[in-house]
């Protein structure tokens, strides 16, 4: 069964806070910082669940009013064992439907090869990295799309 893609609605809170902790672990946004995303909904967030009687993932895009302003998806996560299973490939497609004629960036570990993977099949590419960034001193690589004419 292939979930549905949905906006987020106040309901999904604590479920996505939940799966969150799931996907990763001590990198989680807390509690706090899943209601602050929630409340800019409507205003600069834009935020996606897959459901399927249950959240099995999430996409958060942060979405700046003026159309010349990058688009940075902040956040994009599947359950563990929802992966591999073309949800985050919908995910990213819902996602990049919502961004026609904008830039979009985000960044990623540079060890996180299935990540990196998705998001190169999407046509993002690399633009720069910054070193050390993540803990453990591993580099976080910007990827940049930009939809193709």
Do not use: H
Request: hydrophobic share 45%.
């Amino acid at each position: 069964m292939r979930p549905g893609i949905r906006p987020a609605k106040s309901a999904d809170l604590d479920a996505l806070v939940a799966l969150d902790k799931v996907c990763f672990g001590d990198s989680a946004w807390s509690a706090e910082s899943w209601a602050a995303e929630f409340a800019r909904l409507g205003t600069d967030r834009v935020m996606l669940v897959a459901d399927e009687g249950m959240q099995v993932g999430y996409v958060v895009l942060l979405m700046p009013p003026a159309p010349e302003d990058p688009v940075d998806l902040l956040r994009i996560a599947v359950s563990p064992a929802d992966r591999r299973t073309g949800i985050g490939g919908q995910l990213m497609t819902a996602a990049l439907q919502r961004c026609t004629g904008r830039t979009v960036l985000l960044e990623v570990a540079a060890g996180n090869e299935g990540a990196g993977a998705l998001y190169r099949g999407y046509g993002f590419e690399e633009i720069s990295r910054r070193r050390g960034y993540y803990a453990g001193g591993e580099d976080a690589v910007i990827m940049q799309w930009q939809e193709k004419a």
